[in-house]
Each structure stands twice: as structure tokens, then as C-alpha cells.
């Protein structure tokens, strides 16, 4: 049994993998689904784990979690399962976690209040080293820990601290003005919650769009589609 | 001119629809994007745009786009483009965009009032009735003139004004309480926003998880893809 599990393993593993042993875009994809599922594990205290439970845990077929899975080499002996904190590690060094990004984020309004509140970042390896606002009122304080600073001092901070990632939690109008202040200053990516589609002519600055409207019409549409069916029942 | 285009607009359209004259899956994916773009124009006064624009604009082919929505009849004669305010009707009703929803949102700390502040809900003809929160504090106050209530009322207050939508912005621990006085209560839809993935025995409620964390790290992901093509150069 054991042997053709390896065969198997041998097969998948050709099979989820590219050119210089890097691991299939389709596959990189789905990894940070994987990367919450196994942290939660490794904090509930759980060190190892079935493809079977892993399978019924994440919704996921088992044949898939294998087929994803076993090119890390995260497989032990047949009936040992997955070694979470391996895989975790391992799925972490290859999503670029852990290498020590430092982020900054720009808006201290409610939602860079509610970014400022969160273990997102610290999970992935990422501190968050200031927040920037226009208010005099909260510049200077600190939010969560997280001191603010004034906008103005946005470009010096990023290019004197080796800022990589920055936060935009700032109103649509003034996205622009910000990120290429911080494009300016060296930040390698940007992480756009302005509502609005932030373009750079800078093709070597990763954008990630936020839009969260489009995942509450998808909610609609599904609600919708919903009660049609039951109409028709 | 004109006789091939509508020869070639009907062939696009027999292709992307499916029996019933139904809209395909892949065509309902990409509309909540055409629905920003397209209110964003409406909004700026722009009432028809061509496909060549449009294609620039979003960054997606003409053909794509043609494909896309010819088959809503929104394309008019040759040269004139397409009608923005039609087209935007026409995907705000397929989307199940302004079918009255109610919503509510439970938690009103950050995330909370940060989802109080913005017009994602109203544009999509959803309107926020009210906040649910534990905090004394803030209990009896206007949240963005949204008012907030004991989450002792949770129940009663969906059932009683017919509430569809309930918004999840509380700690991961109390989310499926939260999520179960909800249902009980009729609501049709839940957008999760704890950071956990919500899965309900009742499979006519939609949930959406919305997980944050997930798109950060493909932005680390894409950061350290792009440094360590750079080293390579």
C-alpha cells in the first residue's frame, strides 16, 4: 500500500510542478487558503493531520489536498498524515512570508483603525512600523500601539525605514497622491483598500485592488438567485 | 458594416448564453466589475462609452467586453457605443441589485463603522437599517446615522423588519451566535467578515467570507516573486 501511495505521490508531485521544480500558479493560488487552515491547526495545538480530516475540515477533496500538498514533501509515513508545522513553514517560505516586510499604513479613519486592530500582518511575518494621517488631532498618538504620523513625513519615513508594503486606507481622491509618495520612496507593493482601481505606470510596484462591493453583489446575486429557485419550487 | 456587426453580436450572444436565455456562470462572475466601472462613468456624466474606451479603461480586451455584454442588447448602432445608463440597469437587475435588501451589521467597532461610512451598500440599493453591539457605550448612539442596538435584540429586530442581509464584523469567537440568531430570524444572506470561514447547516443562507488576509499574502507572494526576478537579472 505504502508503495503505491509513493508512486502516487511521485505522479502528483511531477504533475503540480513547473519548469526549475517550482510549484504550478494554479497550485500557488490556492495556498494561502491552506496557510490560514494549518496556522489555526498549529494554534490549536495540532501537529499533525489526515488528508481525510484535512479534507473535511477545508471543504476540499482529499485527492486535491494530496495533489496540492505532496510536492512539499509534508507527507509522512502512510497513516501519519501531514506535519502541520512543516507544511505551515514550508507554504510560508514560499508565499514570502517571514521575510521580514515592513508595512506602513496610510489613513488612520475606522478602517485603518480596524487594520491597525488585526494579527493579519503579524501572522504573515509583517510589522507594522507607522500609520500616516492628515489629522492633527490623532497625529502623534498611537493606535493599537501603531504611532501616527503626519502625511507629510510619508516619503522620508518609507525611504529611511525600507518600507515595503503599503496600506492605503485613504479616501479614493487621495490614492494617487499617496502611493506615488510611497512608489517614490522605494515601497514595493501596495495593498489598496481606496475603492477605486489604483493603475501605476511603475511595473515593477505590485497593486492588490480591495473591492469589497463586488463580493457584497455577489452575496445579492446569490441571494436572489436563491429565492428565484424556491419560487420555482 | 453594420449587418456584420449585429450578425457577429448575434453569434456572441447564442455563445455566452445558456438554455433558458440565461446568463452564463462565467458572465455573472465578471459583472459586479463592469457594475463599478460603469456606475463610476455614470456618476462622471458619461452616458455611452464604446467598447475600444471601455476596453482601455478596465484593461480587458474589446472582444472580451463585446462578448461580455452584447448579449444585455446594450450595444446600439455602429459607432454609437454602448448605452451606460441601460447597461448599468440592466446588470444592477441581474445582479439582484435594488431588490429592496435590508441589511444589518453586527459589531460596531472599527470594521464595523468603518462598513457604516461607506456607500457600498446604498449603491447597491441595500439599505443599513441598523447596528447590533455589545458595548453599552455605544448602544442607544448613531453610527453614521445608522442606529446602534443591544445584540440582545439581534433576533426579534431581523425578524420583525424583515432583514435579508446581516454583516459579521465581530471577533471570530462570537461569530457563529451571532450568525445562528440570524438565521433564525430569516436573514438570507451573510457577509462574514470575523476572519473565519462560516459554514451553516442551512443551506439556503449564503455566506461569503471575506478573508483579508488571503490577498496580503498574495501581495508578499507577487513582492517576493518580482525582488527575486530582479536578482536574476
Not at 505504502?2 to 526549475?20: A, L, P, V
Not at 518600507?163 to 520612496?185: C, F, Q, T
Not at 436572489?224 to 424556491?230: F, L, N, V
Request: charged share 25%; proline share 2%; hydrophobic share 40%.
Amino acid at each position: 500500500m505504502e508503495s503505491i501511495d509513493k508512486i502516487h505521490g511521485t505522479f502528483e508531485k511531477k504533475q503540480s510542478e513547473q519548469k526549475n521544480g517550482q510549484v504550478s500558479a494554479a497550485v500557488i493560488k490556492r495556498l494561502p487558503r491552506y496557510h490560514r487552515y494549518l496556522g489555526d491547526l498549529l494554534r490549536e495545538g495540532i501537529l499533525r493531520i489526515s488528508s481525510a480530516s484535512l479534507s473535511r475540515l477545508m471543504n476540499v477533496t482529499a485527492s486535491q489536498i494530496r495533489q496540492d500538498l505532496n510536492c512539499f514533501g509534508g507527507f509522512g509515513q502512510q497513516g501519519y498524515g501531514y506535519n502541520v508545522k512543516y507544511l505551515y513553514g514550508k507554504i510560508s517560505e514560499l508565499l514570502g512570508v517571514n521575510e521580514g516586510y515592513r508595512a506602513v499604513i496610510v489613513g488612520a479613519g475606522n478602517l485603518g483603525s480596524a487594520l491597525a486592530a488585526t494579527h493579519m500582518f503579524e501572522r504573515r511575518g509583517i510589522a507594522r512600523v507607522a500609520m500616516f494621517d492628515t489629522n492633527p488631532d490623532i497625529i502623534g498618538t498611537k493606535i493599537y500601539g501603531i504611532p501616527v504620523y503626519s502625511v507629510d513625513e510619508l516619503g522620508s519615513f518609507c525611504e529611511r525605514e525600507s518600507i515595503s508594503i503599503g496600506v492605503l486606507s485613504v479616501p479614493k481622491e487621495a490614492a494617487y497622491d499617496v502611493a506615488r509618495v510611497m512608489v517614490d520612496a522605494g515601497v514595493k507593493g501596495l495593498w489598496n483598500f481606496a475603492n477605486m482601481e489604483l493603475k501605476l505606470d511603475n511595473p515593477d510596484v505590485i497593486v492588490e485592488n480591495i473591492h469589497l462591493g463586488d463580493s457584497l453583489m455577489k452575496l445579492c446575486f446569490k441571494i436572489k438567485t436563491k429565492s428565484e429557485e424556491a419560487d420555482n419550487d
